[in-house]
Nanobody
Framework: QAQLVESGGGLVQAGGSRRLSCAVS????????MAWFRQPPGKDREFVAW????????SYTDSVEGRFTLSRDNGKNTLYLQMDSLKPEDTGVYFC?????????????????WGQGTQVTVSS
């Protein structure tokens, strides 16, 4: 049974940092493309970043480029999102997602597996 479990969310002041983790089980993690999406309060879920199965290519939405870093440890079946210089507009529920595809990775529909999400709140 596929399971994605996010952790690391919480309350942080603007300018601070937070590291999210996503532990994956029941899936061949090392061959999957992975991503983070987020859902701000009252808004739709939006793309944040994706990473290829081998970690050699990543892509970020413009608003987090240079502040967030996506990485993975295939030996531990875990995905990470290091978030620095956080802003109040980064507030939301953060979801990790897994895909068998290596294209159209900014689209929610490309991901077959999702975690339950972890709340990140950035105070001003």
């Amino acid at each position: 049974q596929a399971q994605l479990v996010e952790s690391g969310g919480g309350l942080v002041q603007a300018g601070g940092s937070r590291r999210l983790s996503c532990a994956v089980s029941g899936l061949p993690f090392s061959v999957l493309s992975m991503a983070w999406f987020r859902q701000p309060p009252g808004k739709d879920r939006e793309f944040v970043a994706w990473i290829y199965w081998n970690g050699e290519e990543t892509s970020y939405t413009d608003s987090v480029e240079g502040r967030f870093t996506l990485s993975r440890d295939n030996g531990k079946n875990t995905l990470y999102l290091q978030m620095d210089s956080l802003k109040p507009e980064d507030t939301g529920v953060y979801f990790c997602a897994a895909s068998h595809k290596n294209y159209l990775l900014r689209q929610r529909s490309s991901y077959a597996y999702w975690g339950q999400g972890t709340q990140v709140t950035v105070s001003s």
